[in-house]
């Protein structure tokens, strides 16, 4: 049984209230539920949290070294501006996913750029929270593969 940590950045605690139109309606909770479903089925464990602070998820990553087996990680803004994210997950040395609710690609130009991608295992975006469900299946393979 793998662990798979599920991190999430700043102002993802608003989901569901916050422009619906771009990320939908569903809540943070929405997206726990989707993540230990999905990891409950693969038979894996999964610790899940959310931060404001680029500090929280910095440490997060550090202490999933050696203990996790993956991640799937929802930077949100700091996605375009967090080289202390990158460093922490290049350390990590496991597989990561990089996920987005909405299709940053479409969005302002600032979005375009991702501090994270071009290290990531693979990236989502675009997909809604169903992404999340992705990410976990792509973590899980590539921790089966070893």
């Known amino acids: 049984m793998a662990l798979i940590c599920v991190f999430n950045g700043p102002n993802l605690n ?4 916050r422009e619906p139109e771009i990320y939908g309606r569903e809540t943070l909770k929405d997206v726990e539920t989707l993540c230990a479903d999905k990891c409950r089925t693969l038979g894996h464990d999964m610790r899940f949290t959310q931060s404001n602070s680029e500090g929280d998820l910095v440490t997060w990553i550090q202490e999933a070294r050696g203990k ?14 967090s080289v ?3 460093d922490a997950l290049a350390a990590f040395g496991g597989p990561f996913v990089e996920i987005h609710i909405s299709n940053v690609h479409a969005r302002e130009s600032f979005r375009h750029k991702s501090y994270l991608s071009d290290i990531a295992s693979a990236v989502i975006c675009g997909c809604g929270i169903a992404g999340y469900g992705y990410a976990i299946d792509t973590v899980s393979r590539l921790i089966a593969k070893g």
Do not use: E, K, S
């Open 68 to 81: 996790a087996d993956g991640i799937v990680i929802n930077p949100a803004a700091y996605t375009h501006t």
């Open 14 to 17: 608003m989901l569901g209230t």
């Open 84 to 86: 202390a994210i990158r």
